[in-house]
Structures are given as C-alpha cells and as structure tokens.
C-alpha cells in the first residue's frame, strides 16, 4: 500500500524546483535589465548624437561633453563667395550643435578681416567672440592674454601675439621697441600664470624648414628665441597659418598647429577648387587633453589629434 505522507512528500519536492526556477529567472531577468541601462542606453545616446551630426554635415564621430571646453580656429582672408559660403555654413552647423565659446581667427588685418565681418554678419552662431591677429595694423597694440576656466578649478590660457614685430627683430631698429615690449609681457605673462593649458596664437609659423630663404633666414633668430621662451614656460600649442612643417607637428611636448589657407591656382575650374585644402578647426579642451579636429568646407573630418598634458600627441 501506498502511504498518503509518501505522495504527500514526493509532490512538494517536485513542487520544489519550479520554485527555484522562477527565482533564478527573476535574477536573470534583473541582470538582463542592468545590462541594458548601463551598456546599452549610453551606445544608443551615442549612435543618436552620432546620427545627428551626421545629419547636419560633420562625418566624424563626436559626441560634446559639457564638462569641456570649445573653441573654433580658422584662417582668415578672401574667398571666392561661393567657398566663403560653403566654409561658414561648416563653422555654423558645429556652433550650433556645440557649445563653442570662441573663434581664433588667423589673419593679416585683424578685425578688418572679411572672413570675420562676413560670418559675425550674416551667420548668428558665429555671432560671438573672435580672436584676431593682425590687430598691430590697425594701431592697435597687437597682443593680448585671455583665460578661461575649465572644469575641476583648471584654466586655459589664449595669448595672442604681434607676428609684425618679430620680422627683422635682430636689427637694432626704433621701429622694434614692439618687439622688445611684447617679448618682456610674453615672459612676464607665462611666469605669472597659473593656467594648466597655454595656447598661443600667431599669423607666421616659427618652425622653420626654409633657411635657405633669405627672407625666412632673417627672422629665424627671432623665431628660435620664441621657440626657447615657449619650451621654458611649456606653452602647449602654438596656433598659426600652416607653414612648411605641416598641419600637426609635434617637438619637445609641444604641439605646433597650422591653419591651412585658401588657395586656388590659376585656371582652375570650380571643382578643382573645391579640393584646396580650405578648413577650419575644432579644438575640445578638458583637464587632462587638448583634441583638434580639422574639418574640411564640406564637413569632412580630415584629421584629428590628441594632445595631452605635457604633451604626448596621439593621432
């Protein structure tokens, strides 16, 4: 005979694993859900931000950080409308899509230059502060320090120079008391500061691949003395129009960054002219790096490179 109790027992331990099995569904089920808030909604925000500056011209992957700090540098001067046109519009989509607080402008005539007037004018996201060189023509006094704060107590410092004064400086001229001014405020200004990040903005190149040249051959000690007065004050980057030593160049930590210019030769048709190497630059800041983007007047991220603090440069 089968006693009750056995039939009793022998139906709870069958119960039993079903049991078990429901709650180790509910803990997959609670790790399935973890997995997703913290994995997968992030990619999504990322591949949406992606998605949408895609969508607003810029090919590159870029997602802004509110804890950095932007700013725009671009070379100034005359364009053919249609490539003045093109270019801005660039600058506006990133202005608008990114918190930029600035634009360093690269020019001769500083704020006579036509790229500045046309984009403060005409485009409203461009409408905010701009940094000229080439203000010394004006009659104004040509150098300046502005400095920014960034996240963590941390600064930048934007310093921009008087390239006019440094040509022939070796000549014991009158005309070159600017020069002798502007350097003894440039080695007062980097001692003083306290910033994190210096960045120097200045028309010509000082990296200096053309010493054959004799135009070039008399501004070289100049150059070489402000090359020492940055590497002993460790300026992070020197801004300025692309010169022999290319876009990105980096000696002794430091980076040296040239803004390409406009150019078309002659006889060109319009579709070669859209292949020049006219762009403008992106640069996110934050505690730890400095990355620049170099985009190109159809949105296209030619290249991009990371600086960090002092001052490893990775591609």
Not at 43 to 56: C, D, G, I, M, V
Not at 82 to 99: C, F, G, P, R, Y
Request: glycine letters at 6%.
């Amino acid at each position: 005979m089968v006693d009750s109790n056995d039939i009793h027992r022998h139906s709870l331990q069958r119960k039993r694993p079903s049991w078990v099995s429901t709650v180790v569904v509910q803990v997959l089920l609670c790790v399935a859900f973890y997995v997703a808030i913290t994995v997968w909604f992030p990619r999504a925000r990322s591949r949406n931000t992606e998605l949408f500056k895609r969508k607003n011209g810029i090919s590159d992957i870029f997602v802004a950080r509110s804890t950095d700090l932007y700013f725009l540098s671009v070379r100034g001067g005359s364009r053919p409308v249609h490539s003045q046109t093109q270019l801005l519009q660039q600058m506006e989509i990133v202005a608008k899509n990114i918190d930029v607080k600035f634009i360093l402008d690269l020019s001769e005539v500083g704020e006579n230059d036509p790229l500045l007037q046309n984009a403060t004018q005409h485009y409203p996201s461009l409408n905010m502060l701009w940094y000229a060189t080439g203000n010394g023509k004006n009659g104004n006094e040509g150098y300046l320090l502005k400095q920014f704060a960034l996240s963590h107590g941390q600064s930048l410092d934007i310093i921009i120079l008087d390239m006019e004064s440094w040509k022939n400086a070796e000549h014991k001229e009158e005309g070159n008391l600017s020069y002798t001014s502007q350097m003894d405020w440039l080695k007062k200004s980097l001692a003083e500061s306290d910033s994190n990040w210096r960045v120097i903005l200045g028309y010509d190149p000082v990296i200096d691949c053309e010493e054959h040249l004799e135009e070039r051959r008399r501004n070289l000690k100049a150059y070489h003395i402000l090359r020492d007065v940055f590497l002993k004050h460790k300026v992070n980057v020197y801004l300025s129009k692309m010169g022999c030593a290319g876009r990105y160049f980096q000696y002794s930590g430091m980076a040296y960054i040239g803004n390409p210019s406009y150019h078309v030769e002659t006889n060109t048709t319009r579709e070669e002219e859209a292949t020049n190497d006219d762009m403008f630059l992106l640069h996110r800041v934050n505690p730890l790096e400095i990355e620049t983007y170099f985009i190109d007047s159809s949105g296209e991220v030619v290249s991009r490179h990371t600086l960090s603090q002092w001052g490893n440069s990775v591609l």
